[in-house]
Structures are given as C-alpha cells and as structure tokens.
C-alpha cells in the first residue's frame, strides 16, 4: 500500500533530526559524501535546474522568497526550497508559491526511501538524515515538475550544509551575524568562513550588508575562487523611499537594469536591504540570459509573501505581529522595524520563548533597551513563555535567566496562548503585540490567531491547539 502523508512523516522522523534532536540515530559526521551518494542513486536532480543558492544569518529566507517571487513573475516555474517549516513540512517544498501536496510528499518518501535504506545497509558513510532526505525529495520535485528555475535556501552554515552539492547559476549570502556559535563558531569570522563555502569557482556571488570582520573573509574566498563579487549595497542603490507607514513600503532602487520603482509588503529597512540582495541577484541572472526585467522585478516584490516576520496577524485592537527574531542582531533589528512602522502605538507587549542554542536572554535584553526614534527605551513589556518544540527553553528558566541579567519579565505563561490572553490584557487599544523570540514562538500565535491546525509530532505531546477565540481578536 501507499504511505498516506502522515505515513510518510511518520517514516522519515525515524531519521536523525537535528532541529529537534530528540529522534532515533546518533549525529552522523558532518560531511557532503553521504548526500553526494544520495543523489547519485536517484540521478542527480539538483544539477538539472539552473539554481540560485542563498546563505546569511538574517534574512537569507526573506531573500529566497523575493527572488522565487520575481522568477516566477518572469514566467519560470520556479521551485523554492526552505527550512524550518511553520506549520506543516509540505511548506519547505514550494512551487510557484505552492506548498507540494501531501500526496505528492508521500509519493516522494515512497520512492526515495529504498535508497535511504540501502545507504544504511551499507553502513559506510552513515544514516541520511531528516534534512538531507528533504533536500533530496526538492531536488528531485523541481527535477521532474521541469522547473524552469529553483531558489535553494541552506539550511544552517553553508559549507557542509545539505543543498551545498548544487552548482548554482548565481550564489546569494545575506548579512551573517552570531548564530549557531556551537556549530559554526564564535566569531563573526569564524561564521563567515562557513557560509562562504557556498561561493563557487568562477560562479558569481551576490553579498548584503556585512559586518566589515565578514565582508574581508567574503572577498578573499571569492578571489581565491574566482568567484566575481557583487556588493549589492551599491550594485542597487537605494534612491529615494517614501515616509513609513503600517502599509507596504515604497522605495526607488538604481541598478544595471535601471530604476526599480518597488511596493514592498515585507516591513521594516532589512527588507529593504533584502530586496537590494534579490534585486542585485536577479540583475545578475539577467545578465547571464534569464528573462528577467524590471517589470518583472517590480511584480514580484509587490506579491511576495514570506509569513511571520514582521507580519501583522490581526490588526485589532490590539495589533499582533508575529516575528521569528531569535538572536541579538535580529532582535535589534525587529525593534527597528517597530520603531519605523509601528511609532504611535504604546506600550509594545513581546509575548517571547526561547530556544536552546541560542541566546535567548540577549534577545529579550535588546528589545527592552532598544531606544525608539527619541533615543529612550519604549514603553515596552515582556511576558515569557514557552513554545511545543522539544528544544523550547522552559518559560520557568527564561524568566530565571533574565532576572539575573536585571530584566523584569511582566509575566510568565505556560504556554503561547496564556501568554496572548495576558499580552492583549495589557496592550489596550493602542497598543501592539509581537510574537518573537523563536520562529516556532510566531508560528504558534499564527496558529491560535487564526485557526489553523498545526501539524504534530510524536515527541511534540499534547492534542492539536485550539483557535485564539478571545472576544475582539
């Protein structure tokens, strides 16, 4: 028989999964050999669409949907590849804006499972895991749907990450910041050096806003490759943008294609910075023969989606946002996009939970001093809690944690849905909540706002959350 879909979820969570590392499977060694087999056995898809491969700490995912966006607004069916998901896996695998069906995920599983299954016979280069199996079943979805075109966004670093097997058509890294210190390394250097293992011989490479420490390693990784280099703070000038407002931002970029006069319904002035990357990117894609234009270009950012960053989830009142801003520099930059956006509204309430591997109590510490546009602190209050994810820190020990850093937590809930009764208690009509401190934090308040059944795990307990049903939300 078949796999059903949740057959299919069911099989493949049997790997090792190290966004919950709670499964079955010790951690394989960290190397491309056992992907690099893996795709040879089903015929190597992820060389058979011209591809667009994109690396950063922040905004690498917003960045990815922008360029998917604006290729399919060329005409190319365009596959995008994505990690993690928020409410269901189908979401990582999207064509032309749509999730693979479940059906066609468990065709996917059935077909590709023998393959995981002799690998491990063999015992020789380790078990597939979770991730990797994904990357395959994309690979293989673009491959044979005859995909004109596939944004592939790396799952965490670059250099040893899964969906570094692809040779791309253009690379793309986005701002790299301090993440992922256990695994990627402790300074900003040290993680660029990762993520520039995206940049291939003589395949040009599009570069955000970066910190000096990684621009240097950038630039060398590129000359020692070949790799042309193309800052796309200059290569698409930002020349003029209308005044903030709750609603889509407006702004005039100068590129090789000429003027670029973009709407752009993702909020806040890293998305800006986003769409000059996928702006630049897709100049570049131009250049070496793509159908792309600035017709094109300007169609695709107005009809982007990139859900639960920065994202109104109801208007109200109160205004809820939802945001997966989990790190410092993230964290600084939620706030500035609360200040540019959101400046009249008081007091700011951040319903917050964190994850283990990150610096959860640095998050909170940066968005309760973060100065607005007057240079004080905001009128703003943090309740913390705690989200299903088996890696979710306990709202206990968030709260714990900030008290010794001298930050007072307003309340502690138990769980997302408390702590949106306590947020909306405190908001008032003026005032705006925002869901952050993990991407499963956000998704979850998504979820209970407006109803829609997550998709559960065995190790994630309890039945499916019920719909946010308070009265005048």
């Known amino acids: ?18 966004e919950r590392k709670s499964r079955a499977g010790e951690p394989p060694s960290w190397h491309l050999k056992r992907m690099e087999a893996l795709l040879a056995r089903v015929g190597d898809p992820h060389l058979a669409v011209p591809a667009v491969h994109v690396a950063g700490s922040k905004g690498k995912g917003s960045t990815s949907a922008m360029i998917a966006s ?13 990690s993690p998901h928020l409410h269901r896996f189908t979401e990582r695998i999207q064509i032309d804006g749509q999730p693979i069906s479940g059906e066609e995920f468990a065709a996917l599983m059935e077909r590709l499972w023998p393959d995981v299954e002799a690998m491990a016979a063999q015992d020789t280069l380790g078990r597939v895991s979770v991730f990797e199996l994904l990357t395959a079943m994309a690979f293989v979805h673009f491959r044979d749907t005859r995909c004109g075109a596939a944004v592939i966004e790396v799952g965490m670093g670059g250099r040893l990450d ?39 011989p003589g395949v040009g490479v599009v570069t955000g806003r970066q910190e000096p420490e990684a621009r240097r390693v950038l630039e060398r990784v590129a000359s020692e490759t070949q790799a042309p280099l193309t800052d796309a703070m200059s290569a698409a000038a930002l020349v003029s943008e209308e005044p903030p407002s709750e609603g889509p931002q407006k702004f005039i970029l100068l590129g090789r294609l000429g003027e670029h006069h973009i709407t752009l319904p993702l909020l806040g002035p890293h998305q800006i910075d986003n769409a ?20 094109s270009i300007a169609r695709g950012l107005r009809e982007v989606k990139w859900p639960a960053r920065a994202e109104i989830v109801t208007h109200g009142p109160p205004m809820i946002l939802a ?39 640095a998050t909170a510490r940066t968005l309760m ?28 020990d968030f709260a714990a944690a900030l008290e010794k850093d001298k930050v007072t937590p307003a309340a502690s809930a138990s769980d997302t849905a408390s702590a949106l009764e ?15 401190g993990s991407l499963f934090i956000a998704a979850e308040a998504v979820e209970l706002l407006r109803g829609i059944r997550p998709e559960l795990y065995p190790d994630l307990k309890g039945p499916f959350t019920l719909p946010y049903t308070v009265a005048g939300v």
């Open 1 to 18: 028989m078949p796999f059903s879909y949740r057959e299919a979820i069911d099989q493949m969570l049997t790997l090792a999964d190290f």
């Open 162 to 200: 899964a969906t570094n097997l692809v040779q791309p058509a253009i690379s793309v890294i986005t701002p790299i910041s301090l993440d992922h210190v256990l695994i990627l390394g402790d300074t900003i250097a040290k993680i660029a050096l990762e993520k520039a293992g995206i940049i291939k």
């Open 70 to 82: 604006c290729l399919r607004a060329a005409g190319y069916r365009t596959g995008l590849y994505t």
């Open 276 to 295: 000059r990357s996928a702006v630049a990117a897709l100049e570049a894609l131009a250049a070496s023969g793509f159908n792309v234009t600035t017709a």
């Open 323 to 361: 945001d997966g801003a989990h790190n410092e520099a993230s964290a600084r930059t939620l706030a500035a996009t609360i200040d540019r956006h959101f400046a009249t509204r008081s007091p700011v309430i951040y319903v917050i939970g964190g994850t283990f591997g990150h610096d959860y109590t």
């Open 422 to 436: 306590m947020a909306r208690q405190l908001a008032g009509p003026n005032g705006i909540i925002v869901a952050t």
């Open 369 to 396: 001093r973060h100065g607005g546009a007057s240079g004080r602190p905001r009128n703003a209050k943090l309740i913390v809690t705690q989200s299903r994810h088996p890696k979710a820190v306990p709202a206990a």
